[in-house]
DNA sequence: AACTCCCGCAACCGCCTATCA
DNA sequence: GTGATAGGCGGTTGCGGGAGT
């Protein structure tokens, strides 16, 4: 039968969107919450998809998101869960709260593949091999890419022991480049906007509140993510839930506008950091280190060692969870990160 | 300075799953 | 139980910008 792409219709607009475009989501979301896609175009007016509007949201605008400027850490994070859970993006994702299945994705597409690539045919260890024409790792439970994957969709990977290689870091690669597209420069504008309809709105929280403007949220290309955002702080807490949620559960568990009071509360680092974070002291020694992104991100991974299932479909990743949030192996992934001589 | 090539990222496409009537 | 619909996910692509020549 198949049905019709939601997009087919005519007068549906595609391509970049513009910083209005984003305003009218963004608002509408910040009044009604998230979900009900079906009816952001309708009630707002866009000419947009339900779909593109919930992709928007969810790569974009959504406030809490790290975008660019993947941390040796993260990497080595990334590496080791494609590595268990294959081309599992979501699901890879889930272990990096403030990332995107679809930034995730680009970044292994666009460096992590390359760089393991590189380092196998450097190093001829064939521990890890990004293509899938060469899957040495597969025969060992490990999925590695693509076309393998592709034929076995959605199938509960079998955690293999992590195996012994080496990443790059992103020093001296184009990581640091600047994203000042013509949409990018124009995000800008956006952060003003919303800043400005911010203050207008009764729900709008005073710029001062802004809190982890100076670290994780540096990137003044992407003002969404950043301290220009007034509403990151406080649905970035409610993001940094156990077990990252899907977008539905996530915010239509009468969450969705987060109210004044909530909103204040929410705002405070004593609640931020300890929503329920199992090992407090895991996130200590993170924060000891001073180790500006890293902090949250760890938190929220350790948050998954809580034990429940993953949403997404993941397997339970006891040995995977242990692996990754265990802090003595954090050292070790960092130190894997290491460059070789090569990079 | 001009041109070409390469790279990264945002967004689209199509399929799958979950949910509901 | 079945079909319709919305949401979610992963793969792919096209565009814009930077690097190289």
Redesign the pocket.
């Known amino acids: ?3 019709p ?3 087919d219709q005519v007068g549906i ?5 513009t910083p209005e475009e984003d305003i009218i989501l963004v608002s509408y979301i910040q009044e009604h919450g998230p ?4 009816s952001v175009p309708t009630n707002t007016g866009l000419l ?1 998809c ?3 509007c ?3 949201w969810t ?2 605008l959504r406030p809490g998101i790290k ?2 400027n993947f941390n040796p850490h993260e990497e080595g994070m990334i590496i080791h869960l494609q590595a268990l859970l294959g ?5 890879i994702a889930s272990y990096l709260p403030q990332r995107t ?3 995730i ?3 292994w ?3 992590l593949k ?1 760089k393991l690539k590189k380092l196998q045919s450097g190093s001829a260890v064939g521990a890890m091999d990004p293509e899938p024409s060469s899957n040495t790792a597969n025969s060992q439970g490990c999925f590695n890419d ?1 076309d393998e ?2 034929k076995s ?2 199938v509960a990977r079998k955690p293999s022991p992590p195996t012994s290689f080496s990443a790059a870091s992103s020093s001296g ?3 640091a ?8 420069s124009s995000t800008e504008n956006i952060s003003r906007l919303l800043e400005g309809w911010m203050r207008s709105s009764p729900r709008s929280k005073p710029s001062s509140l802004k809190k982890n403007d100076d670290a994780s949220h540096r990137d003044s290309t ?1 003002p969404i993510k950043n301290s220009n955002n007034p509403i990151t702080p406080a649905v970035a807490a409610s993001t940094a839930q156990p077990s990252r949620p ?3 559960s996530e915010y239509e568990n009468g969450g969705d506008v987060v109210g004044h009071e909530e909103y204040e509360s929410m705002l405070s680092f004593e609640n931020v950091s300890n929503i329920s974070w199992p090992e407090k002291s895991c996130c200590d020694s993170i924060q000891r280190k001073g180790g500006e992104q890293e902090e949250e991100e760890e938190k929220v991974a350790v948050v998954d060692k809580g034990g429940q299932k993953d949403e ?1 479909g993941a397997p339970p990743l006891t040995f995977l969870e242990k692996w990754l949030l265990d802090e003595t192996v954090a050292g070790q992934v960092e130190e894997m990160m290491e460059l070789p001589s090569i990079f």
């Open positions: 039968m198949g049905r792409p939601c997009c607009k595609k391509g970049p969107w979900g009900n896609w079906r947009r339900s779909k593109s919930r992709l928007r790569n974009y975008r660019g081309n599992k993006w979501a699901a299945d679809n930034d994705k680009n970044y597409n666009t460096h390359k693509d994957e592709r969709p959605r690669s184009k990581l480049r600047s994203s000042s597209t013509t949409y990018a992407h899907k977008a539905k997404s």
